[in-house]
């Protein structure tokens, strides 16, 4: 159970360190990349590196690739969402009298947006955890713990 657990969050961090990335990253992400094509091509580098290291099979690549597809794409609209949000925040600020009910209501609408993408990448680390091996769940184990020390 505990490995279980483990190799799950192994796969939600590769998950959420890719939502920190596209999704929570302040100015500085923002002026490093902001082509989304650079960013897919670096979280797809990755992707591949990790798969390469656990000798992977063409069909795990391939459900693996799938998930990350799927959540690079969630990562990225909520980027867009956060980024316009921003936006939203900066314009009220310059307002002579800021709508305090609207930007609550920006604050709860992006509460829910990341709870969503939350959610979205839990399912998919267990999506991922369920296409590896239990060997090669122990090396993605092995991994988090040394990145954890």
Do not use: Y
């Amino acid at each position: 159970m505990k490995k279980t657990l483990v190799a799950g969050a192994a796969g939600a961090l590769l998950v959420a360190g890719l939502v920190a990335l596209t999704g929570f990253a302040g100015g500085h992400f923002r002026h490093r990349m902001r082509d989304p094509a650079e960013v897919t091509a670096f979280v797809t580098a990755r992707v591949d590196d990790a798969l390469d290291d656990l000798d992977a099979t063409p069909a795990q690549r391939t459900q693996v690739n799938a998930v990350k597809d799927r959540m690079l794409a969630a990562a990225l609209a909520n980027r867009e969402a956060r980024l316009q949000t921003h936006d939203a925040f900066l314009a009220e600020w310059k307002a002579d009298k800021p709508d305090a009910a609207k930007l609550h209501a920006l604050v709860d609408q992006r509460a829910a947006e990341m709870t969503a993408l939350a959610h979205q990448a839990v399912d998919a680390a267990v999506e991922v955890h369920d296409a590896l091996t239990p060997d090669q769940r122990a090396k993605v184990t092995r991994k988090i713990e040394r990145f954890h020390r």
